[in-house]
């Protein structure tokens, strides 16, 4: 620890964008910080990975969702970055056995749409539901409901309809030209982060913070916490006093859901996909992947297994989760189509001790819990990152702006003791 200063005003633990995110905000605010991160790189569950393909590949968070209303998509414009608006859209369905056809792929299309309707009718009640309650009847409901895990990290009968009913959503899924996680770790490059420096204590019983990490121990006014919900479940560092059983509670009423990606590299010349073509396959059950191809108008395509059946890839074997997929796109495309591959790699994120999963949905009737997750612990002690915003969770902007609004809290109460 000896480059960083030992007695900042603030420490931040995880250099992902709510972590990195408040670091700059404090220091804007002429505070001094240091983030500790416990992996070899910044960025947390949002990297590019810009080594394994010929083009970028975001092994995280890719999307600036909500578009019009994404303050990281109003930087990127303004930066002059390229950015990828092309909507995507079912271009191909296979359903346990059955490839759809036009007609079928069009009422498929107003189908997900009718899903995200009764959802938020429902969510606009006073009781909550799983949202598998308020699904509307349709002959391929079963395959078009595998959607809803990709999205939440969830499956339908474990999610609150009521939390989807409070995410403020807006048009425009957007892709960053260069990775949405570079673009991040740009926008924060002077912030200071100490690698390869997971914290094992965090002593909040006096005056300030105490916190014991793998590299000695660093002593601060305040804390701000950005790990996952699903670290936070797993206990892997140590509170002293040991955290209260409300803010316990709503730690187990969000659990950390999954997504995993597979990103598939087909030679150019391979045209039967483009940027915005998007295709399903599923087998049955929850087995089930999405393929969308195309990324910044290449050849890359990515495959999406979600949920349950994510989890249960995972801890098949290494290679499961493309294995899945490549028969999806046997079985869209025909045997054939194997042939253009040029590459593959594919993520695990629940078998990362870091994150545990990919973020966080909350349980039926415990839409709340982000809330009271966001609380701070004796005004020293804060939490930030996806999982604490309701309006914007799983999302890389609902990250960003969360770290945001624990720098500005932060940043008054400083301001208070110094006057």
């Known amino acids: 620890m000896s480059t960083l200063p030992l007695n900042p ?7 992902g964008t709510a972590g990195l995110s408040a670091a700059k905000s404090l220091q804007e605010a002429g505070l001094e910080v240091v983030v500790l991160e416990a992996e070899g790189h910044v960025g947390g569950r949002c ?8 083009v970028p590949f975001d092994r995280g968070g890719s999307w600036l969702h909500s578009a019009e209303i994404n303050p990281l998509a109003e930087i990127a414009e303004k930066n002059g970055l390229t950015l990828h608006k092309k909507p995507w859209e079912w271009e191909r369905v296979y359903s346990q056995g059955k490839i759809l056809d036009q007609s079928e792929l069009v009422r498929y299309r107003d189908y997900q749409e009718r899903i995200w309707e009764a959802i938020n009718h429902a969510g606009a009640a006073d009781d909550d539901v799983v949202i598998e309650h308020v699904l509307p009847d349709y002959a391929f409901r079963d395959t078009a409901k595998q959607f809803i895990p990709q999205l939440l990290g969830g499956n339908p009968d474990v999610t609150s309809v009521k939390d989807v009913f409070r995410f403020r959503d807006a048009e425009g899924d957007w892709l960053v030209s260069g990775g949405l996680g570079s673009f991040v770790k740009s926008l924060h490059s002077e912030v200071p982060v100490e690698l390869n420096c997971p914290v094992r204590k965090i002593d909040y019983s006096g005056p ?5 990490t793998a590299k000695g121990t660093v002593r601060a006014d305040y804390l701000i916490l950005t790990v996952s919900t699903g670290v936070l479940a797993a206990e892997a560092i140590e509170f002293l006093p040991s955290l209260p059983n409300r803010k316990l509670d709503a730690v187990n009423g969000l659990p950390n859901g999954l997504l995993n990606k597979v990103g598939i590299e087909f030679d150019p010349k391979w045209e039967e996909a483009q940027e915005g073509y998007m295709a399903d396959y599923h087998e ?3 087995d089930c992947c999405n393929l969308l191809f195309g990324f910044f108008g290449t050849g890359l395509a990515v495959g999406f297994t979600s949920g349950r059946f994510a989890d249960s890839l995972e801890i098949e074997e290494p290679g499961a989760a493309t294995e899945f997929c490549l028969s999806g796109l046997k ?9 253009h591959i040029l590459k593959t790699s594919e993520t695990a994120w ?12 909350a349980r039926p009737g415990l839409a709340d819990s982000r809330k009271v997750l966001a609380e701070p612990l004796n005004d020293r002690l ?4 996806e999982a604490t915003i309701p309006t914007a969770f799983a999302t890389v902007h609902g990250a960003y702006l969360s ?3 624990v720098a500005r809290k932060i940043s008054d109460l400083a301001g208070k003791l110094e006057a």
């Open 284 to 286: 049955g059950g929850d």
């Open 47 to 54: 990297i590019t990975d810009t080594a394994t393909f010929s």
């Open 9 to 15: 005003d603030v420490i931040v633990v995880g250099a």
């Open 331 to 339: 079985a869209l495309f025909g045997n054939d189509v194997t042939r």
């Open 403 to 405: 770290g945001k609004e």
């Open 382 to 385: 804060f939490f930030a990152g």
């Open 350 to 361: 629940r078998s990362n001790p870091y994150t545990f999963g990919s973020y966080s949905y």
């Open 208 to 212: 300030g913070v105490c916190v014991e």
